[in-house]
């Protein structure tokens, strides 16, 4: 069964710290890109991050640029989005997502969701002022 379980959402104060994982199971992690992706109350999903797993190549919204970092753990089957210097305006559920093809994942992440093959549930990340 394939598997994508978010966690380390929770509230933070304004220029606070918090380091969200993404736990995958049941497919070939290495062969994946894996994105994350945030919904706040009332708008759409947008993209944050990404990574390919086999090369680690990373990419970042503008939003975040210089204060998220992603990065992956492949012993564990883990990806990390590091987020610092956090402001009001990221609350909002994250979500993590997978696919075989970085071009299909950097494209949700900056354009369009064209149809990742998996999604978890989100983590709710709450930056009070």
């Known amino acids: 069964e394939v598997q994508l379980v978010e966690s380390g959402g929770g509230l933070v104060q304004a220029g606070g710290s918090l380091r969200l994982s993404c736990s995958a199971s049941?497919?070939?992690?290495?062969?994946?890109?894996i994105g994350w992706f945030r919904q706040a109350p009332g708008k759409e999903r947008e993209g944050v991050s990404c990574?390919?797993?086999?090369?680690?190549?990373?990419y970042y919204a503008d939003a975040v640029k210089g204060r998220f970092t992603i990065s992956s753990d492949n012993a564990k089957n883990t990806v990390y989005l590091e987020m610092n210097s956090l402001k009001p305006e990221d609350t909002a559920v994250y979500y993590c997502?997978?696919?075989?093809?970085?071009?299909?994942?950097?494209?949700?992440?900056?354009?369009?969701?064209?149809?990742?093959?998996?999604w978890g549930k989100g983590t709710l990340v709450t930056v009070s002022y």
């Open positions: 049941g497919f070939a992690f290495d062969d994946y890109a």
């Open positions: 990574i390919s797993i086999s090369d680690g190549s990373t």
């Open positions: 997502a997978a696919d075989p093809d970085l071009a299909v994942v950097t494209a949700a992440v900056f354009v369009k969701d064209y149809g990742m093959d998996y």
